[in-house]
Nanobody
Framework: DVQLQASGGGLVQAGGSLTLSCAAS????????ILWFRQAPGKEREGVSC????????TYSLSVRGRFTISSDSAKNTVYLQMTELRPEDTAVYYC????????????????????WGKGTLVTVSS
């Protein structure tokens, strides 16, 4: 039974930090890329970051590059998204997902790649 459990969301002031976690089970973690998406109210879901777990390759969208850091712990089958310098426009429900075929670059971090979705965790950044 495939599970991707995102956690760590919450309320934070602008300029603050949060770290999200995505605990994966039920599939071969090392064979997949793990992605973070987010969906703000009234907007489409967008790809934020990706890590290819077996080689450590990372990808970031332009909107978060330099502020967010993705990492993985293969021993725990867990991926983290460290978010710093948070802005009100980062407010969204954040989802983790697994894709067998990783994105080639940031522009290809799309829902079409995803094989498995997790439930989201809400991040609210107050101004």
């Amino acid at each position: 039974d495939v599970q991707l459990q995102a956690s760590g969301g919450g309320l934070v002031q602008a300029g603050g930090s949060l770290t999200l976690s995505c605990a994966a089970s039920g599939f071969a973690f090392g064979d997949y890329a793990i992605l973070w998406f987010r969906q703000a109210p009234g907007k489409e879901r967008e790809g934020v970051s990706c890590t290819v777990t077996h080689d450590g390759t990372t990808t970031y969208s332009l909107s978060v590059r330099g502020r967010f850091t993705i990492s993985s712990d293969s021993a725990k089958n867990t991926v983290y998204l460290q978010m710093t310098e948070l802005r009100p426009e980062d407010t969204a429900v954040y989802y983790c997902a697994a894709a067998y075929d990783p994105p080639i670059h940031a522009a290809t971090m799309t829902e079409a790649l995803v094989d498995y979705w997790g439930k989201g965790t809400l991040v609210t950044v107050s101004s």
